[in-house]
């Protein structure tokens, strides 16, 4: 009985009521211990499980803030902990502080549980400058997607210091439509700001990486196809994920899963995926890759940005024949691509911020 009270019980709610005991616990019961004599700077919703795209994108975002704001001490909170992070920062928060929350492809109504905590961070630091790290944007068009953007439109647009960062032109376009009272710019994904081509390796063979989820696009019989055309054009070939299918990874964890498989792009010939950071990964690491679509925009609007790669190919329809002239032209190509750097489109970023501060 109490299962089936707590099952249609709103997500909100729940939440709702475990802060209010969390309010009850002493500081040192939070769990966190992070210098209160410094200006700092909190990471939100930073990932803790086996997705390494969403680990890349708390990784570079990382990075990158501890570059941008060298004065300032940088720390995440990851997902798991969210409402304990939530009261502890509550409780030690400066004026000069800065919250950011972590970027990627779950602000909508698609991932309730994740906007609902974004949210809650929006409107438990009014006061303070917010940075939204680069997501794509997903309110569906049902009447439950459209209350959830009107709750979105009130609690974003009542915070006077809150930056949106879009990753493509569809959710900047959103951003300007929707959150008009907002700053927004258009970025690209955090984790093209970060350049691994070192250390190099000895490339051999390939590497698959597709998708096996809903948003996948490749049809059964089209994988089997591509999977054999790879295999006869490469004696080596292995399969990697960005999925890797653990919760609650510590900090080193998922610092060793992450570069374990930039290593592993960077010893391939080639990688095959249809997966955003499949794509994003050989970018970073200058790896020769076929890309293929999802069932979504996420792939094709992101690679508007390194459509000057020269060793990137982008397929938009399938078929067997674009594969194999693809794998000829990375086979054939003897020019050393360079990789260009992202991180300059960046630079407004501080400017705002400190601006507002």
């Known amino acids: 009985m109490i299962k089936k009270i707590k099952k249609i019980i709103p997500h909100r709610k729940k939440v709702e009521l475990l802060l209010l005991k969390l309010r009850l616990k002493p500081i040192e019961k939070l769990g966190f211990n992070i210098p209160k004599n410094r200006k700092r700077i909190f990471i939100f919703l930073a990932a803790?499980?086996?997705n390494l795209g969403d680990v890349a994108i708390t990784y570079a975002q990382h990075k990158f803030l501890s570059a941008t704001f060298p004065d300032h001490y940088v720390t995440e909170i990851p997902i798991s902990q969210t409402l304990k992070g939530l009261e502890y920062v509550?409780?030690?928060?400066?004026?000069?502080?800065?919250?950011?929350?972590?970027?990627?492809?779950?602000?909508?109504?698609l991932y309730e549980q994740i906007e609902n905590f974004r949210q809650l961070v929006f409107k438990y630091f009014s006061d303070n400058k917010i940075i939204s790290f680069p997501q794509t944007i997903d309110f569906s068009e049902s009447e439950n997607g459209n209350k959830a953007l009107e709750t979105a439109q009130k609690t974003y647009q009542n915070h006077k210091h809150l930056l949106l960062l879009a990753r493509e032109q569809k959710t900047f376009d959103f951003f300007q439509k929707n959150f008009s009272k907002n700053k927004s710019l258009l970025v690209p994904d955090i984790v093209m700001s970060l350049n691994r081509v070192e250390p190099t390796f000895e490339r051999k063979g390939a590497v698959i990486c597709l998708r096996e989820d809903k948003e996948k696009k490749l049809t059964e019989k089209q994988n089997k196809e591509l999977i054999n055309i790879i295999t006869s054009s490469y004696k080596k070939h292995s399969y990697r994920d960005t999925h890797i299918g653990m919760d609650f990874m510590s900090l080193k964890t998922r610092t060793t899963e992450l570069f374990s498989i930039w290593d592993d792009f960077k010893k391939a010939e080639i990688v095959i995926t249809d997966r955003l950071h499949g794509m994003i990964f050989c970018f970073i690491t200058n790896t020769p890759a076929i890309v293929l679509l999802n069932n979504n925009h996420k792939v094709q609007s992101s690679y508007k940005w390194i459509k000057s790669s020269k060793n990137i190919y982008l397929i938009a329809d399938y078929s067997a024949k674009k594969v194999e002239n693809a794998i000829n032209?990375?086979?054939?190509?003897?020019?050393?691509?360079?990789?260009?750097?992202?991180?300059k489109h960046f630079s407004e970023v501080k400017k705002i911020t400190l601006n507002q501060l």
Request: hydrophobic share 25%; net charge negative.
């Open 329 to 343: 032209k990375i086979k054939n190509n003897i020019e050393v691509s360079s990789k260009e750097d992202l991180l």
């Open 90 to 109: 509550r409780r030690t928060i400066k004026n000069d502080d800065i919250v950011t929350t972590v970027g990627g492809g779950n602000m909508g109504d």
């Open 48 to 50: 803790d499980y086996g």
